[in-house]
Nanobody
Framework: QVQLVESGGGLVQPGGSLRLSCAASGSTFSIYAMGWYRQAPGKQRELVARITNGGSTNYADSMKGRFTISRDNAKNTVHLQMDSLKPEDTAVYYC??????????WGQGTQVTVSS
């Protein structure tokens, strides 16, 4: 099993920045990719960004150039740097880990609100 704990959400003004962090524990040796998803009220959960053990990344089109995902394999953490935030980025952000043993694991989510 893999457990995930997110931190770093909050309230920010449009144009501002936030940095989310996610710490993995448990069977971390089995993780081959980690990522961030988000879910806004009334909408489906969607991919924000994903990074593999080898460092390959992919982003949703609307986040390219504004968000940056990074990973510290030694510390089993993944970060999401979010810049130039917009009101439409308001959502609950979830950390995800893909494991060869336990499949997909999710964190509890952290609220990001972009508002003036």
């Amino acid at each position: 099993q893999v457990q995930l704990v997110e931190s770093g959400g909050g309230l920010v003004q449009p144009g501002g920045s936030l940095r989310l962090s996610c710490a993995a524990s448990g069977s971390t040796f089995s993780i081959y990719a980690m990522g961030w998803y988000r879910q806004a009220p009334g909408k489906q959960r969607e991919l924000v960004a994903r990074i593999t053990n080898g460092g390959s990344t992919n982003y949703a089109d609307s986040m390219k150039g504004r968000f940056t995902i990074s990973r510290d394999n030694a510390k089993n953490t993944v970060h999401l740097q979010m810049d130039s935030l917009k009101p439409e980025d308001t959502a609950v952000y979830y950390c995800n880990a893909e494991s060869r043993i336990s499949g997909s694991s999710w964190g509890q989510g952290t609220q990001v609100t972009v508002s003036s």
